[in-house]
């Protein structure tokens, strides 16, 4: 089997200050956002908090990863196809974790063609493997949970129980 090399494409970069109450600025500018504990939380309105960042970038990385799966097919996805995420933040014991649900929608497939295309995109989609054994990902199409495999979530039953 051949080696890769890892090729660093991109690397971002954003400080905070002042934590989940705080600021936090991207070293383009273009993210420049108060923080606040999430208003269900005793937060303040209008202001964004970790999770909701998390959400909105997974959710816009899994998007990617399927259009790559069907480029890859020679399909082409629906320009109306959305994907959901919802990032939970919960507390366990003395800690705390998230866990995450990806909702998709594809409009233009059957049940059988999106559920692989969403399998595949969660095997190549950078946040799905960045969390992969370190948080719960649930998968879902059109809001039914698909069956989980034992991989898709490898390690992380193993880490919650030590």
């Known amino acids: 089997m051949a080696s890769t090399e890892k090729k660093t494409l991109y690397t971002a970069e954003a400080s905070a200050i002042g934590g989940r109450s705080g600021h936090v600025r991207s070293a383009t ?13 005793g937060g303040k309105k ?31 996805l629906d320009p109306q196809t959305e994907v959901k995420c919802s990032v939970s933040l919960f507390q366990e014991g003395e800690g705390y974790g998230l866990s995450a649900i990806l909702d998709v929608d594809l409009k233009a497939f059957d049940r059988e063609k999106t ?18 054994g370190n948080m719960e990902v649930e998968l879902r199409v059109q809001g039914e949970p698909l069956p989980v495999h034992a991989e898709e979530n490898a390690g992380v039953a193993e880490k919650s129980n030590a």
């Open 46 to 76: 209008g202001a964004t908090n970790p999770e909701e960042l998390f959400a909105a970038g997974y959710s816009s990385c899994f998007q990617q990863a399927l259009l790559v799966i069907a480029q890859r097919a020679g399909d082409k």
């Open 115 to 132: 559920i692989d295309m969403v399998r595949q995109a969660h095997k190549i989609c950078p946040y799905s493997v960045g969390t992969r």
């Open 29 to 41: 500018g273009i993210i420049d956002l108060d923080m606040s504990v999430p208003e269900g939380l």
